[in-house]
């Protein structure tokens, strides 16, 4: 097994994607895109529905073959497999909270904290909750659910406790796709908060439909439309823009 | 980081995984009753009783591998057969050269050529055997699992290769009369590692040895089942994408497991050959493979005790069932089978949650309307299985 070693604090983390292109048969789910994204801040990726912004996710965490590259903190991820470019830093939610529903908070996080470790460290049985996974549990909000099952967790809160599991694997780079769907208007806010607070020294990337979210919260926004970037920039940069309006948040706010 | 003192206790209070106090209450209670059975059982059924100590041995590894790991193996006989005919390689050759006997065994003078063939010269050896039963079939495991579970074959479609290679292994076995014994097995053994086998004292011995063996698997499984690699092996088993997601090979967990069930399989069929004075296809094909199922999913494959309790029900009712009625086994086996995985999957470990479910059902309670008992019926059982055995 080849070992990854994870990126280092205070590292370059940007995430640089040149010349993607996702192909499914004929079709381009994603269609010669270039996409930066740096670290620090909160970086939205919005389109309508098919634009390809899961696709994208799917690339870079290396569930779906590509040409072009990805390089995240001048490491190119082609040719990695799934779970080491996970090693490497590089984290992902899905669209439904994908949790271990029979096993308790506490177990999920203390699963992700010992990804990619030594395998001698599963040999071991957790005498007390890891000082780590306390600091987690605080800034997810799940301190009190320590010891419940994940499955009885609210809709929202099993997107937080995902949040916190890449959170324990020490992810750097962390790819949410649409974090708030289903969510009320509380747990949005809070979702919101959280993401702003783990964002320091890290790259977050938000898949996202709710453009009140995304006005809110976005520190810079990459607009997708059939597979290509349609534009970037600032969150009043792309409320401007014409095209944008005329794609889709003219329609969103018609909905 | 400052910690407030309560904060600290809250922690070290918190539950942290493992059997619970009623699962260790019927472990010492299991060991109690299995090391006094012999002061009241006579020898033929000392004899008995560490034979299904042996089979029990197998379904404590598949315990693990398929109530926590989900990889439902059909190819245990593969393991137990390894370790059983390693075994009895070395016990045979130890009694063709005990009192200067000519140092092959019967059998090959009898349907061969009268020479021990090369592959077996190393069993003379007990180091050697002693070596290999572990080695070999977490080898013969190793290299299957990271083959399969590399390219992320799983579900039924590794049951059904896993049963292939058992029957294809029996095949060959029977094929190669003249240096495995074919379809007659091994068999007539006179000693052990220099004891002789049919003393009284040494059946005793034995059948101690095969307890504290059994003792050891169950402790162990048990550890690890709530060890951290347990929790990942449960997480593989639920939901394999994410735990990939988080930086494990799901492939390699599962082949641990595959690796960790083979070896006590292995050691089963080992010490099964002393005890049993024989090991022959019929022991490890098809069939047995899928009875050291039953054992675990009757007993409960997830749960701590489950598996050698289920395993021991099994194997006591198939021996006194089939000797009263020799056709009705098969049909009760089948019938339980069904039972066991159409109404109770959990195994007998759930019997009591699962009815007391049922009446608060059948009783009408508030709440309990279609969708919800939809979801209890799908997701409960598995978790209150863990509930009444391992905690």
């Not at chain 1, 590089?90 to 669209?95: I, L, N, P, W, Y």
């Not at chain 1, 997810?140 to 609210?154: K, Q, Y």
């Not at chain 2, 009898?110 to 977490?138: C, D, E, K």
């Amino acid at each position: 097994m080849t070992k990854i070693a994870a990126m280092e604090e205070g590292q370059d983390l940007a995430v640089r994607v040149k010349g993607l292109t996702v192909a499914f048969g004929a079709f381009h789910a994603i269609d010669d895109v270039d996409l930066e994204v740096g670290g620090n801040h909160l970086h939205f990726l919005i389109g309508p529905n098919g634009a390809g912004k899961t696709t994208l996710i799917d690339a870079i965490t290396g569930l779906v073959p590509y040409t072009g590259t990805i390089s995240v903190g001048g490491r190119a991820l082609a040719r990695m497999t799934v779970q080491d470019i996970a090693r490497f830093g590089v984290g992902r939610t899905f669209q439904t909270a994908t949790v271990f529903e029979r096993q308790t908070v506490v177990q999920n996080l203390d699963i992700a904290l010992r990804g990619g470790r030594h395998w001698a460290s599963l040999l071991t049985l957790r005498r007390e909750v890891p000082e780590r996974i306390e600091e987690i549990l605080e800034i997810i909000g799940l301190a009190g659910h320590a010891d419940e099952l994940a499955g009885v967790l609210s809709h929202g809160q099993k997107q937080w406790l995902e949040i916190g599991m890449v959170l324990a694997a020490n992810a750097r780079v962390i790819l949410l796709d649409e974090p708030v769907a289903g969510m009320t208007l509380d747990e949005r806010e809070a979702t919101g908060e959280l993401l702003r607070r783990i964002c320091p020294d890290r790259v977050v990337m938000v898949v996202e439909h709710d453009m009140d979210f995304m006005r809110r919260f976005a520190d810079a926004v990459t607009v997708m439309s059939r597979g290509q970037v349609l534009v970037e920039g600032s969150v009043e940069q792309i409320q401007a823009n014409q095209q944008v309006q005329d794609t889709y948040l003219g329609v969103a706010e018609a909905v | 980081m400052k910690k407030t003192m309560s904060a600290v206790i809250a922690r070290r209070d918190r539950r942290v995984a493992g059997p619970g106090r009623s699962s260790w209450i019927l472990f010492a209670a299991l060991a109690m009753v299995l090391a006094l059975a012999p002061m009241v059982l006579n020898q033929f059924n000392i004899g008995l009783l560490a034979k299904f100590l042996c089979y029990s041995m197998v379904a404590i590894g598949l315990g693990l591998l398929w109530g926590r790991g989900g990889v439902l193996s059909l190819g245990q006989g593969v393991f137990f057969g390894l370790g059983g005919y390693i075994m009895a390689m070395h016990m045979q050759l130890a009694d063709a050269s005990a009192n200067g006997g000519s140092g092959v065994p019967e059998f090959m003078s009898l349907y061969g050529n009268g020479h021990v063939p090369g592959w077996w010269l190393p069993f003379r050896s007990g180091v050697v055997t002693l070596i290999a039963i572990p080695v070999v079939p977490m080898l013969v495991a190793w290299a299957l699992g990271a083959a399969v579970f590399k390219r992320r074959v799983k579900g039924a479609y590794f049951s059904i290769l896993s049963q292939a290679l058992v029957a294809a292994f029996a095949l060959l076995l029977i094929g190669a009369q003249t240096s495995t014994g074919g379809s007659n097995g091994l068999s007539d053994f006179t000693g052990f590692f220099g004891y002789v086998l049919n003393d009284p004292v040494n059946q005793r011995s034995l059948y101690y040895l095969v307890l504290i063996v059994v003792l050891v698997m169950l402790l162990a499984t048990g550890l690890l089942m709530y060890s951290r690699f347990g929790e990942v092996l449960l997480a593989v088993r639920d939901t394999e994408e994410r735990v990939r997601f988080l930086g494990y090979d799901p492939a390699s967990i599962k082949t641990a497991a595959f690796v960790y069930a083979a070896l006590l399989a292995s050691i089963g069929g080992a010490l099964f050959v002393p005890v049993a004075g024989i090991i022959s296809p019929s022991d490890i094909g098809v069939t047995p493979s899928i009875i050291f199922l039953l054992g675990v999913a009757l007993g409960g494959r997830s749960t701590f005790l489950g598996p050698v309790l289920g395993s021991l029900i099994v194997s006591i009712a198939q021996n006194s069932l089939s000797s009263a009625f020799p056709s009705f086994w098969s049909y009760l086996e089948g019938a339980l089978f069904i039972v066991v995985i159409a109404l109770l999957p959990g195994g007998v470990a759930t019997l009591v949650p699962s009815i007391r479910r049922w009446r608060r059902r059948v009783s009408g309670a508030p709440g309990a309307r279609g969708g919800s008992r939809a979801s209890q019926t799908d997701a409960v059982p598995e978790a209150s299985a863990g509930e009444l055995v391992s905690r």
